[in-house]
C-alpha cells in the first residue's frame, strides 16, 4: 500500500494521544505527510431569536476545537496539517475527511473502555470499520506511553485466498517503504482433544497452510526480507501469544470477503485478531 498522506482523528484524550503517537511514526517512518483532524458535531440552524443562541454555541465549538488542535500540536510539532471537520459521527467525519484529503491511511486509538495494551472497539472505530475507503490502523490502549522509537517488522495474518494476496503485496509495499522486513503467519486454531482423526485433520491443516505460506513469501522475497510462521492454538488468542512480537510490530489484515468492495468490513477472525492483538493493527480495504 502507499504511505504518502496519513490522516489521524485527534481528542484532548489519552485514546487520541495514543493515535496520533502512532499517526506520527508512521508519518515520519514513511516519509508521509500528517492530518490532524478534530470532528465537532454541527451547529444547529434555527430561525428567530435562537439566532443568537447559535451564534454562542458555534463560537464555543470553533473555541473547543482550536484548543484541542492546540494540544495535537503542542504533542505532534508544526509539520502536520490541523484541521477541523464536522459530521454528527466522529468516524463517518474521518470517512469524509480520508476521502477529500486523499488520505492512505486513517489512525485512531482505542475505545476507553478497554484493558491497557489492547485494542477496543467503540463507535469511532466501527464506523470506519464498516464504510472507510483507505485502511484503518488502530494503536492499542496506552501505546502512546512508551511508543517504540520505529516500526521494526509488519505482519500479515495470511490465508490463502485472492483477498489475502492482495493484502501480502499490499503489506509487501509498505514494509518497503518503512524498511522493515515483512512476516506472514497463518493461524491453526485446533481443540485440544488428542483423536487420531483430529490429529491427522491438523496436521493437514499445518501442511497445506505451510504450503501456502511459502507460496505466498516466494513471489515478494526479490524486493524485501519475508518469514512465515504457522502460529498454532486452541483459540485465536492463543495462536497469537504463541508468538515473537516485537516492539515495533505491526499486524496487517485484510477485509472480510463478504464486504463492499473497496470499503473496510472486519470479518469473524479479524474481530478476534484485533482484540488479542498487544500491537497496532491495520485492517485493509476489500479489493476485487
Given at each position: 500500500m502507499k504511505i504518502e498522506n496519513v490522516l489521524t482523528g485527534f481528542i484532548a484524550e489519552p485514546r487520541g494521544r495514543d493515535g496520533l503517537a502512532l499517526a506520527v511514526l508512521l508519518a515520519r517512518q514513511a516519509r508521509a505527510k500528517l492530518t490532524v483532524a478534530t470532528v465537532?458535531?454541527?451547529a444547529w440552524n434555527t430561525p428567530g431569536p435562537a439566532k443568537a443562541d447559535e451564534s454562542a454555541w458555534r463560537a464555543y465549538l470553533r473555541e473547543q476545537a482550536d484548543g484541542t488542535l492546540e494540544q495535537a500540536r503542542e504533542l505532534a510539532g508544526?509539520?502536520?496539517?490541523y484541521v477541523v471537520h464536522t459530521n454528527k459521527g466522529s468516524g463517518r467525519g474521518l470517512v469524509e475527511l480520508a476521502r477529500k484529503r486523499e488520505a492512505d491511511v486513517v489512525v485512531i486509538g482505542s475505545a476507553p473502555s478497554g484493558a491497557k495494551g489492547r485494542i477496543s472497539l467503540g463507535s469511532t472505530a466501527d464506523q470506519l470499520l464498516h464504510s472507510s475507503s483507505v485502511p484503518v490502523l488502530l494503536a492499542p490502549k496506552g501505546w502512546s506511553e512508551e511508543?517504540?522509537?520505529e516500526?521494526?517488522?509488519?505482519?500479515?495474518?495470511?490465508?490463502?485466498g485472492p483477498g489475502c494476496d492482495h493484502a501480502v503485496a499490499e503489506a509487501a509495499r509498505a514494509a518497503v517503504s518503512l524498511d522493515v522486513p515483512l512476516r506472514l503467519v497463518t493461524l491453526v486454531v485446533s481443540s485440544a482433544r488428542k483423536a487420531k482423526i483430529e490429529q491427522?485433520?491438523?496436521e493437514r491443516l499445518r501442511e497445506q497452510a505451510a504450503a501456502d505460506l511459502k507460496a505466498a513469501?516466494?513471489?515478494?522475497?526479490r524486493r524485501l526480507q519475508v518469514?512465515?510462521?504457522i502460529l498454532e492454538g486452541r483459540n485465536v488468542a492463543q495462536a497469537l501469544g504463541a508468538a515473537t512480537w516485537l516492539d515495533g510490530e505491526l499486524i496487517i489484515c485484510a477485509s472480510s470477503s463478504s464486504g463492499p468492495l473497496r470499503r473496510v468490513f472486519l470479518g469473524d477472525t479479524s474481530i478476534k485478531i484485533v482484540k488479542a492483538a498487544t500491537c497496532p493493527v491495520m485492517i485493509l480495504t476489500r479489493e476485487p
Open positions: 465537532q458535531p454541527p508544526d509539520e502536520a496539517d511508543p517504540p522509537a516500526f521494526e517488522r509488519l505482519t500479515v495474518a495470511y490465508r490463502r491427522e485433520m491438523s513469501a516466494r513471489g515478494q522475497r518469514d512465515v510462521e
